[in-house]
Each structure stands twice: as structure tokens, then as C-alpha cells.
């Protein structure tokens, strides 16, 4: 369920006219429904109750501050992979024992500025990780409090570039080694076991690849907590899908996934705690583009509009299927024609659609891409020296730009010229 629905013709996010947005701030531009977020965080809050959990949000998929904040304050931590998302976490107010820190890259600066302001776990991916941690906090006189992301080996069945827990992917340790590293890490100064970490890939459709994988996790914290190791906490990764069009059968619901946590590992007494990102936010928000030019080539039509793959990466990257929706609602019974929605970059790849069926769209008719809340913005860049696309979050009947565009003179005065040029 999303907030983005025709009401008189116009597509509204939530009570306000796109368009409405649109006149105020140019296109294109991102926009954020906070009923949307709201809902689809409660939506796993109510699926995880009653087991103790906390549901901590992958700030990977949409770091914006705003979204952040209106998150945390109901409830959610925040799963980070750099100093950088750490640092918006607590900008948003998260408390350092709400955030997870992740990812394989962890240096030792990252460690000891987690430390130094608040850490509810590492989740360790390597044993050279695991070294470094100890020394830096055997440093600073603190216990690291740590999980071992373990990889059960286990394919997602996704996408090649968002499948993570395969043994040839570059995430965790082989679950066939947990037990012996587990053994290591509990004879090293500076840190505290607090549980067992896995996560297998992103926009899974399918519960049975994570029903497989937890099925090993309850079996692993059986053998180390007969080993001696307490294990109180289980982090189970993200990765629920979500349906990015209409015409697909949905993924599983939050309910569903829900019950088959309990099933599968609500007997071993452990707090669980989940990292969803996509889920939460990709359907609570959409990028608005505006048409500039309608061209014909020698066998399609293309549409040419103002938002670009720096915008909006993931069809060029993934070949990712985005909804796209006329701002003025078609009327009913209006014929549809095949059309490539292409954006102005000098690159073949700069499309967003091949041969869709749209209404007869002109230059100055504005569509919006659903589902483009999460690795959205985050992933833009300012390739072909485009800005950054301003980012809008709308409540009810108003709105506010929390991310506002850079101006060209703002992007062009960050380089520095060398004295002898």
C-alpha cells in the first residue's frame, strides 16, 4: 500500500497534487510520503510482536535525515555501512545503542568513532575484521560488542548484484568455519559475543530461501551455545521485495515473513532484530520528470525527459522495472502507444524503458517512476555535471523540501584550482 493516488484527475502524494510540487521546486524531483513510511514500518512492528525485536532501518536504501527522523521516532534503529550513515543516524537522533553497524569494509577510524559514541553491535564480516576490532578497542579500554555475519550458503534467487549470501559472495564467513572463529573471537581482549548475524540478498520474492537460511541459523546457535557462547540477539539482514509493478504477483507480506520468524526461531529465546530498507521506503516514494521533447526514430518513439540515470540508476545498473504514471490521469478508454523513455545523458544506457504502453505524452507532460524511495537519491550522482535533484517529503496536506537542489555555481566552486594552473 502506497499514498500516491489520483484524486481529480491528478496524481496526489498523500492530499497535494504532484504538480502542485512540481511548480514549486522544478523537476525532476524525489517525493516522500510519510504516511507510506509510517505504515510500512508498523506493518513490521506488528508482524514481529509479540517476540522482543527491534526492527532497525537500512539507511543504505535512503539516507535522507528527514526520513531518518520521522523513522526514529517510531522506534526504529538504523543499519549503517559507513562512518558517513552513522553520522546521519545520530543527526536523526537515533541513540548509539540503536545502530548496527554492517558492512566488510569497516576501518579502524570507523571502529573507534562507533565506539566513542555509541555502538549497539558490530556485525563482524571477516576474521582480519575481527583483529582489528580488538586491537582498536582494547585501545580505548571498551568491549566491542560483536556478531559474526555468517553466510549459510544460501541463494537468494535475485539479482546477481544484490544476492549476498552465496559462498562466493564477498559478505561474512563461511558457515562450515562459525564455530571455530566463534572460539577465537571469545579468547580476544576487547570484545563481547552477542549473537549471530546473517543476511542473504535483496528484493527477495520467495520466503523459502530465508525459511533456509534461518533453519541453519537455529541449528548454528544450538552448536555455540553448546560451545559456551551466550547468544541472546539473532540479526536476520533485510531483503523482502516489493512488488515494482502492478502487473506481478506481490512478495510475500510483513505478516507472512512474521510468523515464519516465530516458526522458524521464536524457541531460542532471542531478541530479533531485522534490516529492512526497500520495504520501508521503496514504495513511499516516486521521482517526477518532466517531458522535454517527443522524438520519432526510424522504428519507436521515444520520450525524452529531465531526469537522467544520475537520477535514478537502477534501470541502467540492474535493468530494474519502474511503474510510470502520467501526472494528469489518463481518461478512461484513452489509447496507449509503445514508447522509450529515455533521459538527455550521452549514454545508450541513460533509458528507463523500452517499448511501454503510455498515453500520448508531449514536451511539458510530467510522469513520475513509482517505487523510487529507496537506492534512489541515495545512488544519484552528479554525472554529466547535473545536479543533484532536490528531494520532498509531503504530511497530509503540505510539504517541505529536505533535500533542497544544489545551484550550478554551488557545484562548479567545490573544485579547486592548483596554484600553478
Known amino acids: 500500500m502506497d499514498h500516491f493516488l489520483y484524486q481529480n484527475g ?10 502542485t510540487i512540481a511548480e514549486a521546486v522544478g523537476t525532476p524531483f524525489y517525493c516522500y510520503s510519510a504516511a507510506t513510511l509510517t505504515r510500512h514500518f508498523q506493518l513490521f512492528q506488528e508482524a514481529l510482536s509479540p517476540l522482543p525485536h527491534l526492527i532497525c532501518f537500512a539507511v543504505k536504501s535512503n539516507s535522507n535525515i528527514a526520513v531518518l527522523k520521522l523513522l526514529a521516532n517510531l522506534g526504529a534503529g538504523m543499519d549503517v555501512v559507513s ?67 555468517v553466510n549459510p550458503d544460501v541463494d537468494a534467487g535475485t539479482h546477481e ?68 557462547h551466550k547468544i541472546d540477539r539473532l540479526d536476520l539482514g533485510g531483503g523482502l521485495g516489493i512488488p515494482y509493478t502492478r502487473s506481478n504477483e506481490a512478495p510475500p507480506l ?11 526461531l521464536g524457541h531460542l529465546g532471542c531478541e530479533i532484530e531485522i534490516e529492512p530498507g526497500r520495504l520501508i ?69 541513460d533509458t528507463f524503458a523500452k517499448q511501454r504502453a503510455l498515453p500520448a505524452l508531449q514536451a511539458g507532460d510530467r510522469v513520475a517512476f513509482r517505487s523510487a524511495g529507496a537506492y534512489g537519491a541515495v545512488m544519484s550522482s552528479e554525472y554529466n ?9 509531503v504530511s497530509g496536506d503540505h510539504f517541505a523540501v529536505i533535500r533542497p537542489r544544489p545551484s550550478y555555481e554551488e557545484m562548479i566552486a567545490r573544485d579547486r584550482l592548483p596554484e600553478w594552473l
Open 10 to 19: 491528478q496524481l496526489h502524494a498523500e492530499d497535494v497534487a504532484l504538480s
Open 83 to 149: 562512518m558517513g550513515e552513522y553520522m546521519r543516524a545520530k543527526a536523526a537522533g537515533v541513540k548509539g545503542e540503536h545502530i548496527v553497524f554492517s558492512g566488510v569494509g569497516k576501518t579502524r577510524e570507523e571502529m573507534r568513532h562507533a565506539l566513542e559514541g555509541g555502538i549497539r553491535q558490530f556485525n563482524v564480516e571477516s576474521e582480519p575484521e575481527l583483529e582489528a576490532l580488538s586491537q582498536v578497542a582494547s585501545a580505548l579500554g571498551v568491549k566491542a560488542p560483536i556478531m559474526m555475519r
Open 161 to 228: 548484484k544484490i544476492s549476498t549470501g552465496r559462498k562466493g559472495d564477498k559478505f561474512g564467513v563461511p558457515i562450515s568455519r562459525a564455530r571455530e572463529i566463534y572460539a577465537r573471537a571469545a579468547t580476544m581482549p576487547g570484545l563481547q559475543i552477542v549473537g549471530v548475524d546473517m543476511h542473504i540478498g535483496s528484493q527477495l520474492t520467495d520466503l523459502a530461501p530465508f525459511e533456509a537460511a534461518y533453519t541453519k541459523m537455529a541449528e548454528l546457535v544450538g552448536v555455540l551455545r553448546a560451545d559456551g
Open 254 to 264: 510483513p505478516t507472512d515473513y512474521g510468523a515464519m520468524v516465530k516458526r522458524v
Open 281 to 349: 521506503s521503496g514504495n513511499a516514494g516516486v521521482l517526477v520528470t518532466e517531458v522535454i521533447y517527443r522524438k520519432t526514430g526510424e522504428d519507436r518513439e521515444f520520450l525524452i525527459v529531465d531526469a537522467a540515470m544520475n537520477d535514478l540508476i537502477r534501470p541502467a545498473m540492474y535493468g530494474a522495472y519502474h511503474d510510470i504514471d502520467a501526472l494528469i490521469e489518463p481518461a478512461a478508454g484513452a489509447p496507449m502507444q509503445p514508447v522509450d523513455v529515455v533521459g538527455p545523458i550521452c549514454e545508450s544506457g
Open 385 to 393: 555535471t547535473r545536479p543533484m535533484v532536490p528531494e520532498v517529503m
